[in-house]
Structures are given as structure tokens and as C-alpha cells.
């Protein structure tokens, strides 16, 4: 099989330039290859970090219990009690959760938080707010909200309010001012704005409220529990299975992302559908050149074909002869494409530093050992019907005996 | 002496009903080993399919023959390729040379192809044989920088390389000039005298044929003579 090597070597290099324009037709189709993987990568990874980087990846709500009958002992309903527009179920025993959650492998950041609706007046001004109670420390563990501040700062002090930039310029609020927040229970706290923050996020911007646990506890009358549970990932793709995990540990209802996203996972897979589908064009093309300049090359070589097989060369040897040189071909390429590929997304932002109105092509995911694995399988496959044509030829009508 | 090649009733017939030629017509033919052969007719008289049958490269339509007492007809492509690298040398009219590789590759071919690679006794004896064929500053030649004659002489270096019993000639001399004719038929005539290698020789050039122990005459696709 050394000699066999040796002869399909010989046989690429003695025609260099020939080989040199199929070996490079092969690279910009693992080119090709790896641009897309990197693109298609690259672009599910920055629609997933701007639509659900800044979100919860797994939520814990606590479970909202069924309207309470008042039930006459002859079993007709004599009251029912009405549930209530605002969410009001709590998390009672969430503290004794949270440092077991915190152990789960992938747990970046566990978030406790009371939420519930409010309103914000200044003045004669008055505009309807989501309220969010989280613990001072951590109000960046969910939305990376001090990468968002632009005035103050995003620590929830006590007394303390964070609002986005929207709401602030509509109450004509600047640091330092004060301000009423009343909660859907109708209670009032009077806050000082601690900061802005701008996410790009309209209705974020424009109604959202920070504030500390405590004042939420106060505004919501709920001196313990909480009423959900945010949980941030390390990869935000392991949500449904560490989603599962806790729900495991704990018995809480623990509630993936991707559970009211499928609309978004539809759209990203349909995006890699589409990935799919040009890599594999761009494989069909390697496959098609590779078997053309191998059907052309046996066709040009068959009276040496037919030599070698007189002087004892079993079928066998010469099929090895022509699939090494297709795999020759497909490695060279491989490698020769993928370190184009590779040099070509180098200057390239990070996928960290992925920013609006720049191509997300991420670089780690330009699958290059794959890439060139499968143009060593494609060129191989496409130089057995060259290889088992070159087997077939007949010697004595080659060497024209 | 030993028989070398025993063939019987030999047919060959290309193509079939109002198309077919029949070439070979029964012919019987009986080799002993170190014989040095002339095979003499006018051209389609079914030399050339003769040497290509006995070569193993083609199957005979009927008839038999026997090589070293093994079956030839009964045998498969696997196994009369196996044999042909072993026991069969060809020299062709025009030297059918492995271009792109120098003139020790292309002797050293049909051993390599057998060992799967160039073993150093492969290529000291492929070196040997080129030194005999008086192309010594040779060697490492590319094939397309030889003339003629010296590639004719890499081509019967190459017959030899396994050591054959038998070697077959087709028109060996009849590209090349008298000088070179002489010379490879010289070559021929010393290994056949020292090694006792068998040769068939197919030939028009009568010189050629009287340099020979024993000339065959073939017309119509059967021996006269």
C-alpha cells in the first residue's frame, strides 16, 4: 500500500498545476464550507444573546392554586373566591431553594424576585410600571443591567429606584429626584432615582422598575417568600435539561426559556436547515470536481494503466492508486480550506463581541475538523467510480497489444 | 529439458456472427525452458493475439495451455495476474514505459508491486540490471529524457526484474535503428545463454530471427513451421 501511495503522489505532482487548481477548487469549497458553519453559527448565537441573553433562561413561578369554594353541605357552591387580576401566588419557602439551586451544574446566577404592577407619579404625572424587587448585588445577574446603566448607578439600595431611559425622560426625571411608587395593593413608597438604564428594549425602557427586595416586600405586603425564582445559564442551550434537573431536585416548577420561544427555536432551525443545506452543495461541488478530474485523469492515463496491470498490478492496487489520490486531494484541500477559512474569520469579532451591524460570524464555531473530515469522505467517494473505470481497463486494448 | 508451455488447439475469435474474425485457428505449441524462440509470419497472422494469450492478458476463445503445469485456462483475473508478475516478462514493440518515473522506478515496478513497496534488494537488483543494459549513468533518468534504444533496453531491465521463466517479445526491435536493434537483440541472447530465461521473440526482421535457436512460423492463425 506504500507503493500505491507513492505512485497516486506521483501522479499529483506530476502534474502540478492541474493538481494545484483542483486542490484549490476543493478549498474554496471547504471555504465555503466553513464560512457558513461560522455564519450560521455566528448569527443563531447572536439572535439568541440579543433576544434571550438578557432574559431568565429558567424561571421558577410558584404555582398558582385553584379558586377556593366555600361548598354547602349539600354540595351546591355558595362562594367562590374570584382569582385575582395580579399574580399573587408566592414562593414561601424560596430561601430554602436557593443555595441548592446555586450547586446545579450550569447555574451561572440565581435571582430571587417579587414582580408585580405599580404606578410612578411626579408631579401630575403619572405612568403604569412592572415592578421588579431584587436583592441588592444582584441586579445584574439576569439582565446585565449595569452594561446598560447611562446615568447613576444600578445598585437598589434602600429607598432607591432604577428606571429605564424612556420612562425617565417621560417623567422628566434626572439622578437624585424623588418620586412615589404605588403598588397594585395600594401601597406607597416614596424612592429616589438611583439610575437609568437604556437596553434598546422599548417596552423594557419605557416601564420597567427596579427596585430593592425590601421595598418590594413593603409595596407588595409580602414579608416572606418570593414570587419567582430567575435562574441565568452558563449555556443557555442546556435550559430544558437543567430546567428538568431542578424541577427534580427541588419539585418546584422550573420553566425553560425555550418553552415560550418556539417560534424562535422554528426560526433558528430553519436557519440551520438552510446551513445545512449549503454545506452540502458545497460538499456535492467538491464531489463533482474531484470525480471529473479523476474520470479525466484515468482517462489520460490508461495506457499506463494498462502497463502497470501487465506487469502484474491487480485491480485492486490501481482502484488504491485512484482513491488515495481522491483522498490526497480532499486532505490538501481540507486543510488548505480550512486554514483559509480560519484566517478569513480572524478579523472578525469575537462571539462576545458581537455588535449590531457587524456579520456575526463566530470562529469557534467554523467547524474545521469536520469540515475537513468530510472532504477527505466526499473526495474518496467521489474517486471510486474513477478509480473502478481505471480498474476495468482492459491492458490489451490500452497498451494497444 | 523441461516443457516450459504446452498450448493445444488453440482459438481466438474477435467479435461475433458476420463480424467475427477468427485469428487463431487451433494452434498447438510446445515450449522447453531456456529455449530462445523466434515467432515469424505476416502481420495478422495471430502472433501478437498468440503473445497476448500466453501472457495471461487475454483468454483464448478454446483450447488449452499449460505454464510451469499450471492450468492457465481454469485460472481467474486474480490469479493469472499473481502468475503473470511472477513468472512472465513482456518487451513491447514500442517500450510502454511508466513516464512520469525514472528509468530504476520503472524496472523496480513489478517487484514493488508485489512487495508493496521498493524494497532495497528490489533496488540494487533493479540498478544491476540497468548496468548490464549499459545505461549505468541512466539510473535516476526521468523515462522521457531516453532515447529510443535506451529506453527499449529499460523495458527489457524491466522483463527481467522478477526473474521470469518466460519472457515474451513483441516486435522488440522493430521501433529501433539497426544499431539498437543489435544491441537489445545481444541482450536478449546473454541473459537467455547465462540465466536460462525462456524467451518468444515475435518478429519480422529475419536477422533477428536466424540470431534465434529456433524460429516458429505462424500463418492463419496456426504453426507451419
Known amino acids: 500500500m506504500l507503493y500505491g501511495l507513492k505512485i497516486a503522489t506521483r501522479y499529483l505532482t506530476a502534474n502540478k498545476g492541474q493538481t494545484a487548481l483542483l486542490v484549490t477548487g476543493v478549498a474554496v469549497g471547504v471555504f465555503i464550507f466553513i464560512f457558513m458553519s461560522a455564519l450560521i453559527g455566528g448569527l443563531a448565537e447572536f439572535i439568541l444573546a440579543r433576544t434571550v441573553g438578557d432574559l431568565s433562561h429558567i424561571t421558577i413561578e410558584a404555582e398558582t392554586e385553584d379558586p377556593a369554594l366555600l361548598v354547602a353541605s349539600e354540595g351546591h357552591v355558595l362562594a367562590v373566591t374570584e382569582r385575582g387580576r395580579t399574580r399573587d401566588a408566592t414562593l414561601a419557602e424560596a430561601a430554602t431553594w436557593l443555595p441548592l439551586i446555586e450547586t446545579v451544574a450550569g447555574v451561572k446566577a440565581v435571582s430571587p424576585e417579587i414582580t408585580g404592577a405599580g404606578f410612578l407619579t411626579r408631579g401630575a404625572q403619572v405612568a403604569q410600571v412592572s415592578v421588579v424587587g431584587v436583592e441588592a448585588g444582584r441586579e445584574s445577574a439576569i439582565l446585565d443591567l449595569a452594561s446598560y446603566m447611562v446615568e447613576g448607578e444600578e445598585r437598589v439600595g434602600s429607598g432607591v429606584i432604577v428606571l429605564g431611559r424612556d420612562l425617565a425622560d417621560d417623567l422628566a426625571l434626572s439622578i437624585g429626584q424623588a418620586l412615589h411608587l404605588e403598588s397594585s395593593k395600594g401601597i406607597t413608597a416614596n424612592l429616589t432615582l438611583g439610575g437609568i438604564f437604556e437596553t434598546g428594549n422599548g417596552s423594557m425602557d419605557s416601564a420597567r422598575a427596579f427596585v430593592s427586595l425590601s421595598t418590594a416586600r413593603t409595596l407588595f405586603s409580602m414579608p416572606q417568600g418570593v414570587t419567582q425564582i430567575e435562574i441565568k445559564l452558563d449555556d443557555l442551550n442546556a435550559a430544558d435539561a437543567t430546567a428538568l434537573r431542578i424541577q427534580s431536585l427541588t419539585g418546584l416548577n422550573a420553566v425553560p426559556w425555550t418553552d415560550d420561544a418556539e417560534q424562535l427555536m422554528e426560526a433558528l432551525d430553519a436557519q440551520a436547515q438552510t446551513g445545512y443545506f449549503l454545506k452540502a452543495f458545497a460538499l456535492i461541488t467538491i464531489v463533482i470536481g474531484v470525480a471529473s478530474a479523476l474520470l479525466l485523469s484515468t482517462y489520460r492515463r490508461r495506457p499506463e494503466i494498462g502497463i502497470m496491470r501487465a506487469m502484474g498490478a491487480g485491480r485492486g492496487f490501481v482502484v488504491f492508486v485512484f482513491v488515495t489520490q481522491g483522498a490526497l486531494i480532499g486532505l490538501l484541500g481540507g486543510i488548505m480550506g480550512a486554514g483559509l477559512g480560519y484566517l478569513a474569520l480572524l478579523p472578525f469579532p469575537t462571539r462576545e463581541a458581537f455588535r449590531p451591524g457587524t456579520l456575526p460570524l463566530d470562529i469557534t464555531q467554523g467547524s474545521y475538523g469536520l469540515a475537513i473530515t468530510l472532504t477527505v469522505i466526499a473526495a474518496i467517494l467521489a474517486s471510486i467510480l474513477p478509480a473502478r473505470s481505471a480498474a476495468r481497463v482492459d491492458p490489451v486494448t490500452a497498451i494497444g497489444q | ?225
Open chain 2, 1 to 225: 529439458m523441461t516443457t516450459l508451455l504446452e498450448v493445444r488447439d488453440l482459438f481466438k475469435t474477435y467479435g461475433a456472427g458476420d463480424t467475427a474474425t477468427r485469428v487463431l485457428r487451433g494452434l498447438s505449441l510446445h515450449l522447453e525452458e531456456g529455449e530462445l524462440a523466434a515467432l515469424l509470419g505476416p502481420s495478422g497472422s495471430g502472433k501478437s493475439t498468440l503473445l497476448t494469450i500466453l501472457g495471461t492478458l487475454m483468454k483464448p476463445t478454446s483450447g488449452s495451455y499449460t505454464m510451469l503445469g499450471q492450468d492457465m485456462i481454469a485460472a481467474n483475473d486474480a490469479e493469472l495476474t499473481e502468475f503473470r508478475n511472477a513468472h512472465i516478462g513482456f518487451v513491447f514493440q514500442f517500450h510502454n514505459l511508466l513516464p512520469d518515473f525514472t528509468a530504476l522506478e520503472n524496472v523496480v515496478f513489478p517487484s514493488a508491486v508485489r512487495a508493496g513497496r521498493e524494497t532495497p534488494a528490489a533496488r540494487a537488483r533493479g540498478r544491476d540490471l540497468l548496468k548490464r543494459m549499459g545505461l549505468a549513468d541512466r539510473i535516476d533518468y526521468p523515462t522521457a529524457n531516453l532515447s529510443g534504444g535506451q529506453k527499449q533496453r529499460v523495458a527489457v531491465a524491466r522483463a527481467l526484474m522478477n526473474s521470469p521463466e518466460l519472457v515474451l517479445a513483441d516486435e522488440p526491435t522493430g521501433n529501433l535503428d539497426r544499431a539498437s536493434a543489435t544491441q537489445v537483440m545481444e541482450l536478449l541472447s546473454e541473459i537467455n545463454r547465462e540465466e536460462g530465461t525462456t524467451f518468444l521473440i515475435s518478429t519480422h526482421d529475419e536477422k533477428i530471427a536466424a540470431a534465434c535457436q529456433r524460429q516458429i512460423v505462424v500463418v492463419d492463425g496456426n504453426v507451419t513451421g
